[in-house]
């Protein structure tokens, strides 16, 4: 038979009772807590000090302090905890953030990648891609290429887990959101490729296969290209009109 549960009791948790009161959740605390510390740290300041159930009341002029004191340290924290932590991968919204270069949606787990790039503040702005292969395909036209501070991430393809793009090892043949298919991982493997390796394959696909299509320069050697079917600009004859024949 179960036990029936105490008036005083509010709710059941993992098959024990829990006194209503007990229910604050660990924020509540936390804050309850800071607040206590914070009071006795300005009370001692000042050499005033009260029993510990039962402190003293502040004054309104130190009141106003304290209460300003408070709102800076509880901002400082919610800053440290939260936000962009200026270096490292940030955070994916998958299926909603789009590639930063063919602005497909981010979906694969396993092929994706990050590029962090400093900005004129000082701070660090981060660029996702939804395969390895567009990443540096867009780092290659920037400025921040050849910056020591730029940071190139791409998922293990077997856990997910973000590693370093540059000392990754990179497996050919398998299957990637835009087609390059190399699969990262932080180990060396036997036909593995290095960065260097993986970049210059990414680069070869894109020139013979042009997998963006309409989004790059048509390639000129493929097959009916739209550079081999359309002249310059200087060689378009302009229309004629016909002459008017009236007498």
Not at 160 to 176: E, K, M, P, S
Request: charged share 25%; aromatic share 8%.
């Amino acid at each position: 038979m179960r036990e029936p549960r105490p008036a005083e009791y509010g709710s059941v948790s993992h098959g024990r009772f829990v006194r209503g009161d007990q229910q604050a959740s660990q924020s509540t605390r936390f804050r309850d807590s800071l607040f206590l510390f914070l009071k006795r740290v300005e009370l001692g300041s000042l050499g005033v000090y009260g029993s510990e159930s039962e402190p003293p009341s502040l004054p309104s002029s130190l009141s106003s302090r304290f209460s300003a004191l408070l709102v800076v340290v509880l901002a400082l924290l919610l800053a440290a905890c939260g936000g962009d932590p200026g270096q490292g991968p940030g955070e994916v919204k998958w299926d909603r953030d789009a590639c930063g270069r063919c602005r497909m949606v981010l979906s694969d787990r396993l092929h994706s990648a990050q590029v962090r790039v400093p900005t004129p503040d000082g701070r660090s702005r981060v660029y996702r891609f939804d395969d390895i292969g567009c990443a540096l395909i867009w780092l290659e036209e920037r400025a921040e290429r050849d910056d020591p501070a730029t940071e190139i991430w791409v998922n293990d393809w077997r856990t997910g887990d973000w590693i370093d793009a540059r000392t990754a090892t990179y497996l050919r043949g398998q299957v990637t959101p835009m087609e390059y298919g190399l699969g990262a991982q932080p180990e060396p493997a036997p036909d593995g490729l290095d960065f260097g390796q993986a970049k210059a394959h990414i680069f070869d696909v894109e020139a013979r296969f042009n997998v963006h299509g309409g989004h790059l320069d048509a390639n000129p050697a493929s097959p009916g290209a739209a550079s081999d079917q359309i002249p310059p600009a200087n060689q378009v004859q302009p229309t004629q009109k016909p002459h008017d024949h009236a007498e």
